[in-house]
């Protein structure tokens, strides 16, 4: 669809947002990644039985700690499915900018608005905690004015992805946006 919509702008300057909702719970990966990563769910598993199980935990409930391990493990299979699901869609939009000839003067931004745990910490989902596997999520821009290669260590913030991708793209008054440019040298030369 989105290989459809950008050929109709013909040529012109766009914007193009795809939220790709996955991977996020409930895991339902799809053909062929739920067979790559996840297999037959174990015994007794149903969807929302893990968090149900941690919170019984945290109530002083008893719990199967076992069971609860290859409950995660499942999750995280199912995750990891989600994921490459993701990475072929971003793969195919690569592509498809390949065969239309913009890929090089296409600006592409990749992040997502958090992580996920599955028992680190004793925590799971996204929605408790502030540990590096909700926090540190990725985020990738490739394009003009992107340094190629480098990598960043220092932490942002997701509100500087729109005054970034606006002060690439050459926005007038991307300036006055919140957050900070994250390539403000580069943007400006």
Do not use: C
Not at 53 to 73: F, I, P
Not at 97 to 116: C, Q
Not at 135 to 140: D, M, Q, T, Y
Request: charged letters at 25%; hydrophobic letters at 40%; proline letters at 6%.
């Amino acid at each position: 669809e989105a290989r459809g919509w950008i050929v109709e702008q013909a040529g012109a300057r766009f914007f193009l947002y795809i939220h790709l909702f996955e991977p996020h719970k409930p895991y339902f990966p799809m053909d062929p990644y739920a067979g790559e990563f996840s297999q037959v769910a174990p015994p007794g598993y149903r969807p929302g039985i893990v968090v149900e199980m941690v919170k019984s935990m945290y109530m002083g409930g008893l719990v199967d700690e076992e069971v609860l391990e290859r409950y995660l493990a499942h999750e995280s299979d199912k995750y990891d499915a989600e994921v490459a699901a993701t990475d072929a869609a971003i793969g195919a939009l690569f592509a498809a900018l390949e065969e239309l000839s913009i890929r090089e003067k296409t600006l592409v931004a990749i992040t997502s608005d958090h992580g996920e745990a599955f028992g680190e910490h004793g925590r799971v989902a996204h929605a408790n905690s502030l540990y590096d596997e909700l926090l540190r999520i990725p985020l990738i821009f490739v394009g003009p004015g992107v340094p190629e290669g480098e990598r960043r260590a220092e932490p942002v913030e997701l509100k500087d992805t729109g005054r970034t991708l606006l002060e690439l793209a050459h926005v007038p008054g991307a300036h006055r946006m919140e957050g900070r440019s994250l390539f403000a040298e580069e943007a400006s030369a």
